[in-house]
């Protein structure tokens, strides 16, 4: 199973980015699939997360209401609109894939199994 990021950039505060997570050797069906992010100097921490249903999506206080998980029909990739970017959002953002994650584990990094290499966001002010 391989996950594969994309779609960072360098954007100004304000500005809109959707990355891309794309999976391959299985599909995100009945597996949680998460966002995280480390930013320079700190701990990566948990953005937005599909649980293995796929049908409420769970986010961080500090990106809730700008950014959207969303996933296509296929379940073969998983989305990340970020809208009203804002300069503490610059980090490497990770998709994971967690086939056994359970509902109260969806921001908990252990809990993922697999990752994708990241994508660079940079938000400037």
């Known amino acids: 199973v391989q996950l594969q990021a994309s779609g960072g950039g360098l954007v100004q505060a304000g500005d809109s980015l959707r990355l891309s997570c794309t999976v391959s050797?299985?599909?995100?069906?009945?597996?949680?699939v998460a966002w995280f992010r480390q930013a320079p100097g700190r701990d990566r921490d948990f953005v937005a997360a599909?649980?293995?249903?796929?049908?409420?999506?769970s986010y961080a206080d500090s990106v809730k209401g700008r950014f959207t998980i969303s996933r296509d029909n296929a379940w073969i990739t998983v989305y990340l609109q970020m809208n009203n970017l804002r300069p503490e959002d610059t980090a490497i953002y990770y998709c994971?894939?967690?086939?056994?994650?359970?509902?109260?584990?969806?921001?908990?990094?252990?809990?993922?199994?697999?990752w994708g290499q990241g994508t660079l966001v940079t938000v400037s002010s």
């Open positions: 050797g299985r599909t995100f069906r009945s597996a949680a």
């Open positions: 994971a894939l967690g086939p056994s994650v359970i509902s109260s584990s969806l921001a908990s990094q252990s809990a993922y199994y697999y």
């Open positions: 599909f649980s293995r249903t796929g049908s409420y999506p």
